[in-house]
């Protein structure tokens, strides 16, 4: 498996703990259509539900100028481009189609800062975003 898989498939582990440990209730993982994926989904007491796309880095990553990375400075989230955008807005309109679901539901980001030597992660839960562009 190359690195960059084995980072994203423990990042999308940890964040799956973490939304359980805060009482979330997993139904799927790897959610795919041709033209994208959603990572996880979850939903939560009020059964709205909640996609969620895992950006994942190792601090063992390189950057472009060679400094560490770190989870003040490096926003890998940022990397949700326009194109990305489209594909996660019409995966999650397929999946409520395909599954009849009506209600609410939110579409959440989860950074995770791996830090494979120690064995440690930090992650940052952005909430409810708002998918334009």
């Known amino acids: 498996m190359a690195k960059h898989n084995e980072v994203g ?4 582990d940890i964040a799956r703990e973490f939304l359980i440990e805060k009482g979330l209730i997993f139904i ?3 959610y795919r259509k041709t033209y994208g994926e959603i990572d996880l ?7 709205k539900l909640i996609f969620v ?3 994942s880095v190792s601090w063992e ?7 560490p990375v770190s989870h003040e400075t490096h926003r890998p989230e940022e990397n949700i481009h326009p194109q990305k955008i489209q594909r996660l ?3 999650i309109q397929t999946y409520l189609v395909s599954h009849e679901m009506v209600g609410d539901w939110q579409f959440d980001v989860i950074a995770v800062f791996l830090d494979q030597k120690n064995k440690t992660a930090k992650i940052r839960h952005l909430k409810n975003i708002i998918l334009e562009s």
């Open 28 to 30: 799927s993982a790897n």
């Open 53 to 55: 796309e895992v950006k």
């Open 9 to 12: 498939r423990i990042g999308e």
């Open 41 to 47: 989904i979850f939903k939560d007491i009020s059964n």
């Open 89 to 91: 807005k019409r995966v």
């Open 61 to 67: 990553t390189p950057t472009l100028n060679h400094t």
